[in-house]
């Protein structure tokens, strides 16, 4: 039973538009989320966290908002900008240091 | 500063082989990981530990040993290596157990 899905494989964005990525998870019981990005041959890079106590953190480009109701989060990237390109990775933890992984969006930005 | 080192960066092993998977930081944290990634999936958590002399199971635990007895090192051991276990490995580090910095990975294939 997949916990933290991200069901959406692939994302293709013109450059200088907004990138959205979904991430949706099961376990009520989450209340720590993470974003990272990853290129290949590399480790995942960290780029943004949210606790549930909000529901919107930014940082720079980046944005994450969580509806704790749905069960949903997301990550808005504006501009995309073509260094962006690479797999994304939300992460989740209900205070128990076992990060659950999705299983990655690959992002493309078009130049 | 190097950050999370990982060695060897690829290896090949045969089928009842044992090795260990060497993993490094030098940021002074306290949580360490090992997580596993294969195509399609996203990372999975094998083991991790929150100090030094103390690990817990993740996800996906079974055919692997973990000991942490400084807090540089986390090695990661392979006790009688299975086709099953063909994949990439990542350590990651972290002062709290939140934000993770990931070493650049071990492609491992076992034959």
């Known amino acids: 039973d997949q916990q933290v899905k991200q069901n959406s494989p692939s994302l293709s964005v013109q450059e200088g538009r907004i990138s959205i990525l979904n991430c949706d998870y099961t376990n009520s019981m989450f209340d720590y989320f993470l974003w990272y990005k990853k290129y290949p041959a590399e480790g995942p890079t960290f780029l943004i966290s949210?606790?549930?106590?909000?529901d919107k953190n930014e940082d720079g480009r980046f944005t994450v908002f969580l509806n704790k109701s749905a069960k949903h989060l997301s990550l808005h990237i504006v501009p995309s900008q073509p260094g962006d390109s690479a797999v994304y990775f939300c992460?989740?933890?209900?205070?128990?240091?076992?990060?659950?992984f999705g299983t990655g969006t690959r992002l493309k930005v078009l130049a | 500063n190097a950050g999370v080192t990982q060695t060897p960066k690829f290896q090949v092993l045969k089928t009842g082989q044992s090795m260990t998977l060497q993993c490094a930081q030098d940021m002074n944290h306290e949580y360490m990981s090992w997580y596993r990634q294969d195509p399609g999936m996203g990372l999975r958590l094998i083991h991790y530990?929150?100090?030094?002399?103390?690990?817990d199971q993740g996800e996906v635990p079974n055919g692997y040993n973990v000991s942490r007895s400084t807090t540089e090192d986390f090695p990661l051991r392979l006790l009688s290596a299975a086709p099953s276990q063909t994949s990439v490995y990542f350590c990651?580090?972290?002062?709290?157990?939140?934000?993770?910095?990931f070493g650049d990975g071990t492609r491992l294939s076992i034959l």
């Open positions: 530990s929150v100090g030094a002399g103390i690990t």
């Open positions: 992460a989740a933890d209900s205070g128990t240091y076992k990060y659950i």
């Open positions: 990651a580090s972290s002062p709290t157990g939140e934000a993770q910095h």
């Open positions: 949210i606790s549930s106590i909000k």
